[in-house]
């Protein structure tokens, strides 16, 4: 059977605690918070992603990296172990889009967690019934827009590849497209990104970070 990313939450047993639990309890944690989000006091729990999660994830980083190139963007592209401290929250976005400076003054200065609010775009890939698809669709867009983060993607991989596309208004996401399969999604900023949902599998076949 097919793996999926679970979100839920966790406690460790009396040795540890049974929360609310900290940013500093996240890294104090089970293999030093790796595979943990923070949240409203619970640490919750990324299990291993599904293959087509994955492939989905390096397919956008791939097109991400690939258009930063031909737009000259100074720019950090990754995802997964890079942390940003949200009110209430420690967020590992699956992939993301960063100003370079800005994580360039946060490596400087040894800084553990990166500012949210210097996100150009954050991308969650959803697995479907899990634990973590409320959080993609509903908790983490609210999180992203109080911070700011200008564009926001929501990727699917079941039952189809797709894409919603959304971008930040008067504080709130707002829908700027939406697609599925082979149609194109082309978008302005933060530099000029065109891709369809199915090329992301084949793109993921390989890490070309």
């Not at 995802?79 to 699956?94: I, L, N, Q, S």
């Not at 993301?96 to 400076?101: N, S």
């Not at 867009?141 to 991989?157: K, L, N, Q, S, T």
């Amino acid at each position: 059977m097919e793996g999926a990313t679970v979100s839920v939450a966790v406690d460790f047993g009396s040795s540890f605690g049974a929360g609310p639990y900290t940013a500093r309890d996240l890294h104090n944690g089970p293999e030093e918070g790796k595979g943990f989000e923070l949240w409203n006091g619970w640490l919750v729990e990324k299990m291993s992603p599904s293959l087509r999660h994955n492939r989905m994830g390096r397919g956008l980083r791939s097109v991400f990296i690939e258009a930063a190139r031909r737009a000259g963007a100074d720019v950090l592209i990754d995802g997964g172990e890079y942390e940003f401290a949200f009110p209430g929250a420690v967020r590992k976005p699956d992939v993301f889009i960063i100003d370079a400076k800005a994580e360039e003054a946060g490596f400087l200065e040894g800084e553990l967690y990166l500012d949210p609010s210097d996100l150009l775009l954050v991308a969650e890939v959803v697995s479907p019934r899990s634990g973590s698809e409320a959080h993609d669709r509903k908790i983490k867009r609210d999180e992203y827009a109080r911070a700011g983060i200008p564009h926001y993607w929501i990727v699917d991989f079941a039952p189809v590849a797709r894409i919603e596309a959304l971008d930040l208004e008067r504080g709130r996401y707002v829908r700027k497209a939406l697609v599925t399969g082979d149609d194109v999604l082309v978008v302005e900023q933060p530099f000029e990104i065109s891709v369809s949902p199915n090329v992301l599998f084949e793109l993921g076949r390989r890490d070309f970070a």
